[in-house]
C-alpha cells in the first residue's frame, strides 16, 4: 500500500505537465512557474491549493480513492468549500446537480483532460459519465474565473477540470470487486485496469480499462441502473525535456430509470377538512415524503390493455406512466489527443484535438391516436368524432368543407392515422414511449504557443475551435405488456404513421460553434515575489438554428406535421395565432435562424510571496454565457424582428481576494469574492411537461466567503475542514410575460399580477452557506476516515416566499438545512501474503439515513409547485483491491 501511494505522489511530482489547469497550454505554463519558483504542489490529505493568481482547491488521487469506488468525480468535489453538489444515488451511476457559488452546472465549465465536457444544446452537466474515478490523478476547481484559453460558451464563473492518469512505467495489473447494498435494494461494481509499462524502442506505455455497474433503484423500486465503462490511453514521450504526444479512448453506457422526483409539498389532501392521509407515489398529486417509512414507497408493476375491440373506441389505461417507469439511456464517447511539443529555444507549442459523440434521450410516454387531428377546430363539427369529449378528433382524412383532419404531432399528442393495436378500426387510443431524443457529434481542437522571453518573461497565444452538431428529435416508441419500452432509442425502430411519416415531438438541426482566440503574459518581479498574470481571451459564438416544427408557445411547445406540408399549411391557415396573456401572438413556422455573439473577456491576477509560506493573491475575470440552444429554440416562438427573439448573453465581473498558506504539515486558503451578473438568465424546468421556460432576473449582485485548511497534527492523523458563506441579491423586479404589454415593475408599487418581486431577494436554489471536515487516522495498518458537511437552507424560488396553492401554504420559503456524514476503513493486505497494493476497502455514506430536498432548480415565483429530487439514501460499499503491486 505505502508503495502505491508513493507511486501516486511521486507521479504528480514527476510528471509537471499534469499539474493544475484544464488544458495542456494553461497547465505547461502553470507547471513553468512552479518548476522555476520552487514551489512544487504540497498535499495533506489528498487536498492542495496551487500557488496561483486564482481561487483554486485540488483534490489528488489520494484523496479520491478514499471515497466509493467509481464515484462521480463531481460528488468527491462536494468536499470542498463553495461547492454544492446533490447526488441522485450512492455510487454516481445515477446524475446530480452541482453548483459552485451559487453558479448551477449550466454556469461551470467543466473539462475531461482538456475537453469540454458541457452538453453543446443546453449546457448541462451529466455527472454519471464521467470517467471513473480510479483513472483520474487529479481534479481542480476553479471556483471563481475561467483560464484564458478556457473553450467554452458556458462558463460565467466557475471550472471544474479533471485529468485521467498517465500509463505506469512497470507492468501493472489492477481488479477491483464492490458490493453495497442500501434500504430496499444492492449494488454491484467490478473494475479492472492493465499498464503494459514500457515497451518498444521509444518507451511507449499504455493502459487499458473495463468497468461495469449495476444497482436497483433507491426510490420507487422499479427498474435498475446499469453502467459500463472502457478507456484506453496510449503515451508517447518525445524527448527527455516533458514533450510528449498521449491519445485517450472512452466510452460510456448507460441504462438508467427516473426516480425520486416528487412535487415539493408536505400538506395533506386538499379537501376541507385536511385529514385525508397522505399519498406517496410516483404520480404528480404526490407530497415529497417527510419520513423514512414513507419514501420507501413501490411502483407496483401493471398490464396495459391487451384487449381490442373492433368497432369500439378502445382507452389507454395509464400502464407506462409512472415516473419510475421511464428510461433516461445515453450512450457517450470521445477520442482525444494531448500534446506538447518543443520547436525551438524558449518556445512551446500544445495541442489537444477531440472528438465527441452523444446518444441519449429522456422522457416518459404519451397517449397516442390512431385517428387525426382537426387542426380547424372553428369548422364543421365532424361527424366522426372518436367520442363527444375529443370533438377535435377524427377517425378518417375527410374533405368535408370545414374541416381538416390531419396526420402530426400536435398539442403534445401523436396522431398516427393507423390502427396501432390491430383491431381494424381507427377509433383507440394507444400509450406509446415518448422520449425526447439527442445525437450530437463534436469536433474540437485547443492550441497554444509559448515563448520564453527570459526566465521571468513568458507570453503565449492560444486558439481554440469547438463544433458541435445537434440534433434533437422526439420519435415513439412501442410499450411491452408491463408498460416498459421494447427499445430503449426509439429512433433505432420508431412507429410509422399512416402517410409513411416518423413522427417527432420536436424536430432540430442545430450547429453550436466557438472560435477564440486569446493571449496572456505572466511577469515575475521583486526577486520572483510578485507574479502578474495579464491575459485576455476573445470567442466568437454561433448559433446556426434549423426548427423544421410550428412553434406555438413561449416555453418551447411545438406542433409538428413532419412530410404533411399540406397539413402544415393548414394549422397556418386555421390556427395563425395564440392568445398568450391576453395577447395574439402570431404562430412561428419552421425556419432557419443564426445568430453570433462576440466579447472580449479579459482575465488578470496577481499573486505575491510575503514570506513564511504565506502569500496574497487576488484575480479579475469577465465570464461569459451566450444563450443555449434551448433557450433560443424557445424564443423563435417570437417574430425575427422582435427584441425577444434575440435574448442578450449572460456576463459576469468576478473580483477575487485571498490568502493562502503552504507548508508540509500545514495548507490553508482564504478568499473574499465579488460577482456582478449581468442579463441573469434562470430556468425551470417540468419533468412531467418536459419544457423547459427561461427567465431573465437582470442584475444580480453576488458575494461570498470560501475558506478551508488541511492540518497533519502527526504523520498517522490529519483533519480537513472548510466552509462558505453566499449572500446574493437580484437588483429590480422581473415582468411576468414576456408576451405581454410592457409594465413597469420597477415602480413604487408594482403590479404583483404583472411583476415578481424579486427586487432585493436571493437566487433561489443555491444553499446559503456551507461547511463540513474530514479525519484520516492511520492506526496501524488500518486506515480510518469519517467526513462530514452540513449544507445550509436554499431558497425555493426568487421572490423567497412559501409556495401558496389555491390560497394555501404547501410548503415553506426554504428547504431546510442537512448534514451528511460518511465513514470510511481500508486494510492493506500485506500480512496475509498480498502484495502492497492489495487491501479491503468499507465505505458508509449518508450514515445517519437523512432525508432531505436533494437538487431541485428554483423557480421564479411562489405559485407554482417545483419539482425536486430526493436525496440519497444511506449505503454501504465493501471493496476488494487486488494489484500486483
Known amino acids: 500500500m505505502k508503495k502505491f501511494t508513493l507511486l501516486c505522489a511521486t507521479t504528480a511530482l514527476v510528471m509537471p505537465a499534469a499539474a493544475f489547469a484544464q488544458s495542456t497550454g494553461t497547465s505547461d505554463m502553470e507547471k513553468d512557474a512552479i518548476v522555476v519558483t520552487g514551489t512544487r504542489a504540497k498535499s495533506v490529505g489528498g487536498v492542495e491549493v496551487p500557488a496561483t493568481t486564482k481561487t483554486r482547491e485540488v483534490l489528488n488521487s489520494d484523496f479520491i480513492q478514499r471515497q466509493v469506488p467509481g464515484q462521480s468525480i463531481n460528488e468527491v468535489i462536494n468536499q470542498l468549500p463553495g461547492v454544492s453538489f446533490t447526488n441522485n444515488d450512492p455510487f454516481g451511476s445515477a446524475g446530480g446537480t452541482l453548483i459552485i457559488r451559487g453558479f448551477d452546472q449550466s454556469r461551470i465549465a467543466e473539462t475531461f483532460d482538456g475537453m469540454p465536457l458541457n452538453d453543446t444544446g443546453n449546457y448541462a452537466i ?29 462558463a460565467t464563473g466557475s471550472t471544474v477540470n479533471y485529468r485521467s492518469r498517465r500509463p505506469y512505467e512497470t507492468f501493472t495489473a489492477r481488479l477491483e470487486g464492490s458490493y453495497g447494498w442500501f434500504d430496499g435494494g444492492n449494488y454491484f461494481r467490478t473494475f479492472g485496469v492493465v499498464d503494459t509499462g514500457a515497451f518498444g524502442p521509444f518507451g511507449t506505455r499504455a493502459w487499458g480499462s473495463a ?89 407496483a408493476r401493471c398490464q396495459i390493455n391487451t384487449v381490442a375491440r373492433p368497432g369500439v373506441a378502445d382507452a389507454a389505461n395509464a400502464c407506462g406512466s409512472a415516473f419510475e417507469e421511464r428510461l433516461n439511456p445515453s450512450d457517450t464517447g470521445n477520442v482525444r489527443m494531448q500534446s506538447r511539443f518543443t520547436l525551438a529555444d524558449h518556445l512551446v507549442l500544445t495541442v489537444d484535438p477531440s472528438f465527441q459523440w452523444v446518444k441519449a434521450n429522456g422522457g416518459g410516454t404519451v397517449v397516442g391516436q390512431e385517428g387525426f387531428r382537426d387542426v380547424n377546430p372553428a369548422g364543421a363539427t365532424p361527424t366522426a368524432a372518436l367520442n363527444t369529449a375529443t370533438p377535435n378528433q377524427c377517425v378518417q382524412s375527410p374533405t368535408t368543407a370545414g374541416r381538416s383532419c390531419q396526420i402530426g404531432y400536435l398539442g403534445g399528442t401523436p396522431y398516427f392515422g393507423r390502427d396501432l393495436n390491430g383491431d381494424g378500426d381507427l377509433l383507440d387510443t394507444v400509450r406509446v414511449f415518448a422520449p425526447s431524443q439527442t445525437r450530437t457529434n463534436r469536433w474540437g481542437v485547443n492550441a497554444s504557443l509559448r515563448y520564453d522571453f527570459t526566465d521571468t518573461q513568458t507570453v503565449r497565444v492560444i486558439a481554440s475551435y469547438d463544433r458541435g452538431l445537434h440534433r434533437q428529435t422526439g420519435e415513439t416508441g412501442l410499450l411491452e405488456i408491463n408498460g416498459e419500452p421494447f427499445q430503449a432509442f426509439p429512433v433505432n425502430d420508431p412507429v410509422v404513421a399512416g402517410n409513411g411519416d416518423i413522427l417527432q415531438k420536436r424536430d432540430r438541426r442545430s450547429i453550436a460553434l466557438l472560435e477564440q482566440v486569446g493571449a496572456e503574459y505572466r511577469g515575475e518581479f521583486f526577486d520572483r515575489r510578485l507574479t502578474v498574470n495579464i491575459g485576455v481571451r476573445a470567442p466568437h459564438f454561433v448559433r446556426d438554428l434549423q426548427n423544421n416544427c410550428l412553434t406555438s408557445s413561449a416555453s418551447g411547445f411545438v406542433e409538428c406535421f413532419g412530410t404533411n406540408s399540406a397539413g402544415l399549411a393548414a394549422y397556418q391557415q386555421f390556427q395563425p395565432t395564440v392568445t398568450v396573456g391576453g395577447v395574439a401572438q402570431a404562430v412561428q413556422g419552421p425556419q432557419h435562424r443564426r445568430l453570433t455573439y462576440n466579447a472580449v473577456l479579459p482575465n488578470i491576477g496577481m499573486l505575491f510571496d510575503v514570506g513564511g509560506n504565506a502569500s496574497i493573491f487576488a484575480n479579475y475575470s469577465r465570464g461569459l454565457q451566450v444563450p443555449s440552444t434551448d433557450n433560443l429554440y424557445n424564443n423563435f416562438f417570437f417574430a425575427v424582428d422582435n427584441p425577444n427573439a434575440k435574448p442578450k448573453p449572460e456576463t459576469t465581473d468576478n473580483f477575487d481576494i485571498g490568502a493562502r498558506y503552504r507548508s508540509s504539515k500545514l495548507i490553508a486558503q482564504a478568499s473574499f469574492w465579488y460577482t456582478i451578473f449581468q442579463n441573469r438568465l434562470a430556468s425551470a424546468f417540468d419533468p412531467e411537461l418536459q419544457l423547459t421556460v427561461f427567465r431573465n432576473l437582470g442584475q444580480v449582485n453576488k458575494h461570498g466567503i470560501d475558506a478551508s485548511v488541511s492540518y497533519q497534527v502527526i504523520p498517522q492523523l490529519q483533519f480537513y475542514v472548510y466552509g462558505s458563506y453566499l449572500w446574493s441579491k437580484i437588483q429590480g423586479n422581473v415582468q411576468l410575460s414576456g408576451t405581454v404589454a410592457a409594465v413597469d415593475c420597477s415602480a413604487a408599487n408594482p403590479s404583483t399580477t404583472a411583476c415578481a418581486l424579486t427586487a432585493g431577494r436571493r437566487e433561489s436554489g443555491a444553499p446559503k452557506w456551507t461547511f463540513g471536515g474530514a479525519v484520516q487516522a492511520n492506526l496501524g495498518p488500518l486506515e480510518l476516515r469519517a467526513q462530514a458537511k452540513r449544507t445550509g437552507p436554499r431558497y425555493v424560488n426568487d421572490v423567497n416566499l412559501p409556495l401558496i396553492i389555491a390560497n394555501r401554504q404547501v410548503y415553506g420559503a426554504t428547504v431546510p438545512a442537512y448534514t451528511l456524514v460518511d465513514l470510511g476503513a481500508r486494510l492493506p493486505l500485506k500480512f496475509a501474503g498480498f502484495n502492497e497494493g492489495t487491501y479491503a476497502q468499507f465505505n458508509v455514506t449518508n450514515v445517519f439515513d437523512k432525508l432531505y430536498v436533494g437538487n431541485f432548480g428554483g423557480q421564479l415565483t411562489n405559485t407554482t409547485v417545483p419539482f425536486v429530487q430526493i436525496g440519497a439514501p444511506r449505503a454501504f460499499v465493501f471493496t476488494l483491491n487486488i494489484a500486483t503491486r
Do not use: W
Open 211 to 299: 468497468s461495469m455497474a449495476t444497482n436497483d433503484n433507491v426510490y420507487g423500486h422499479r427498474g435498475k441502473i446499469y453502467k459500463q465503462q472502457y478507456n484506453a490511453v496510449v503515451y508517447q514521450p518525445l524527448r527527455s525535456n516533458g514533450d510528449f504526444i498521449m491519445v485517450g479512448v472512452h466510452y460510456n453506457q448507460n441504462r438508467n430509470n427516473f426516480f425520486g422526483s416528487l412535487p415539493l409539498r408536505t400538506d395533506l389532501d386538499q379537501s376541507p377538512t385536511n385529514t385525508a392521509p397522505r399519498v406517496v407515489g410516483s404520480d404528480t398529486t404526490n407530497r415529497f415524503p417527510l419520513t423514512a417509512a414513507e419514501r420507501n414507497y413501490t411502483v
Open 126 to 154: 451529466f455527472s454519471n459519465q464521467m470517467l471513473d474515478s480510479e483513472l483520474i490523478e487529479q481534479v481542480n476547481v476553479s471556483l471563481g474565473s475561467t483560464d484564458v484559453d478556457s473553450p467554452t460558451a458556458a
